[in-house]
């Protein structure tokens, strides 16, 4: 019996505990305590390095879903870039990030060196992008189109208009969150309140069938069939909105929401870490808002 609970005991000790090998996440991220930076984008990658950008300064932040506090990756204004909004990163580990009204779109290596610059048309409002294929696909929320730039381990290439506004019905007012399955995107159009599918192989467009609700917003998440959507709910009250698509992403049925954000919050862009849901309180509704400037669990949903 002693020899029993012996061995017992040695395997105990051998045998790791569920606290030893559970990695701790915080449920709010601290990314700036700078004033008037009035955070935008997100992006997170599969080791939990989270990227925020700025659309006040143009700043990116960097760090990791295991800790709470970002540090600068990108200073503002560097580069021309005063403004910064919707961030991948791709394949090859380079960091794309759409400049909003500077009207271009930047391609950094993993340490922060600037790699290529391309603009598209003056006056144009560069807000969110899409990686498929060989190619990267951006809507401007000015000129309410889409411009496209081939993406290669060689580099980026020019912006050039993919879909121009006169091409897609009903008329987009303001086109905002991109996401893909590699053979369709679908866009956000927030003045409308629909979700565009975008044939990439024939450019054609349609509405986005939703027949027990809304389906719009701000920052798009596709998960196979399951899409999320950053929605203004109306009121100051934003959800994330969650809705299962069918085979070829023509029909989305609504699913459930979110609990809001804080009052004020105005969460913008979301992100998936390793099972969880974040988005960015960008506290637009109240720009500049008021620091800390913060990412945090999306709650309510998972």
């Not at 990439?200 to 349609?206: A, E, S, Y």
């Not at 609504?254 to 992100?271: C, F, M, N, Q, Y």
């Not at 998936?272 to 913060?294: E, H, K």
């Amino acid at each position: 019996m002693k020899r029993l609970a012996l061995l017992t005991a040695l395997l105990l000790l051998a045998a790791p505990t569920a606290a030893a090998t559970t990695v701790h996440r915080p449920t709010e991220y601290v990314v700036s305590t700078t004033p008037g930076e009035t955070l935008e984008g997100i992006a997170v990658t599969p080791d939990g390095t989270m990227y925020v950008t700025s659309v006040g300064s143009g700043a990116v932040y960097r760090g990791s879903t295991r800790t709470s506090h970002l540090t600068r990756f990108l200073a503002p204004g560097s580069d021309g870039r005063t403004s910064a909004t919707g961030i991948h990163v791709d394949r090859w580990g380079r960091v794309l990030i759409a400049g909003a009204s500077t009207s271009k779109l930047f391609l950094y290596d993993a340490h922060g060196r600037l790699l290529a610059v391309r603009r598209a048309a003056d006056g144009s409002f560069l807000n969110d992008f899409t990686i498929a294929g060989d190619a990267v696909y951006v809507t401007d929320s000015a000129h309410n189109q889409i411009w496209r730039a081939p993406l290669t381990r060689d580099g980026l290439g020019e912006l050039e208009p993919w879909i121009t506004r006169d091409k897609i019905q009903p008329t987009p007012y303001y086109l905002n969150g991109i996401v893909t399955d590699g053979k369709v995107l679908l866009v956000g159009e927030q003045g409308q309140d629909v979700t565009y599918r975008v044939d990439l192989r024939t450019k054609q467009v349609r509405v986005v069938n939703v027949p027990n609700g809304i389906l719009s917003g701000d920052g798009y998440l596709l998960e196979g069939h399951r899409l999320y959507a950053v929605y203004n709910a109306g009121g100051g009250k934003y959800v994330t909105r969650f809705a299962l698509l069918n085979d070829d992403l023509t029909t989305a049925t609504l699913i459930a929401d979110s609990s809001p954000g804080a009052a004020g919050a105005t969460p913008t862009t979301i992100a998936c870490d390793r099972g969880r849901l974040l988005w960015v309180n960008s506290q637009l509704d109240v720009a500049p808002g008021t620091p800390p400037y913060t990412v945090s669990v999306v709650p309510g949903l998972r």
